[in-house]
């Protein structure tokens, strides 16, 4: 990931490009419900975003254009390298970012399930926005951690959405109404449940019992290979991939060098890419 971040940044001040616009962390708030208010007005997104998308799959897509739309890179994948053997397991890491004034950068473990990137997503777009670095099991402090998990949560389940549903599914039972309310807000239920732990609507016990659950979900939930070129283009950002393969033509990037960073062998896969990447 270093080299894909060295790359952007050289590629970034040499085209003059200049820093990624919110490069100023240190004017940022670092409050969870103020970061999570910024967020929504740095990527143009509407409080309600979330009723617009109808699946977890459509509602990571949005989240994920918006994000790569500010200049970060997003790099996506469930493998050691190109490696298709070694599967990077979730219990070891779901994500990490990697700040850079020129070249913020954030990975995402394609192994976890789609609820799962939606909340690393906005986890790790948020150690961007306050200028930390989170490299898989930790981040420069317990406190920059616990900042990003309450931002996300800030941003994915708006207290007065939650509260509203939580009385209008009354009728029904404390894990019902969990799985209905994440359901609407594309998030997991234990993402939910900690929410609602925070706003005392639940207790320690019934956190428990969710999670148990969902660990077991995860367990045995498998997730196929899919299209080889398909998961290549949903791999890296677009504008990444876009950048890399015009420098190539422009002289400025080798060849060898194009295949380390896009993980590919020859030119062939190169020109295969390019068509792909323009299609996408």
Known sequence: M???????????????????????????EKKAEPLAFQAHTLLNIPQDWFLQVNSPEKAFKYLRHKVESTGITIVLNGKVGNDTHRVLSI??????????????????NNCDSQTGLIFSLLHEFFHILTGTTNIINGSDSFSDENLCNKAA?????????LEKQW???NSFS????????????????????????SLRYISEKEVAVIKE????????KKKSGGNYWNTKINTFSKHFVESVIADVYAGGTSYTESFKLLGIKNGMQLKRLEREIADA
């Open 2 to 28: 270093k080299l894909i971040q060295e790359w952007q940044r050289d590629f970034r001040i040499k085209n003059g490009l200049g820093k990624v616009f919110f490069s100023e962390p240190e004017k940022i």
């Open 167 to 169: 009385y209008v599914l």
């Open 213 to 220: 659950k969902q660990n077991l979900v995860l367990k045995y």
């Open 174 to 197: 404390v894990y019902e109404k969990i799985s209905k309310i994440a359901g609407q807000l594309k998030i997991s239920d234990i993402a939910l449940a900690y929410k609602l732990l």
């Open 153 to 161: 949560i800030a941003f994915l389940a708006p207290t007065t959405y």
């Open 91 to 108: 219990e070891e890491f779901r994500a990490f970012a990697l700040y850079d004034e020129y070249a913020p950068l954030i990975f995402l």
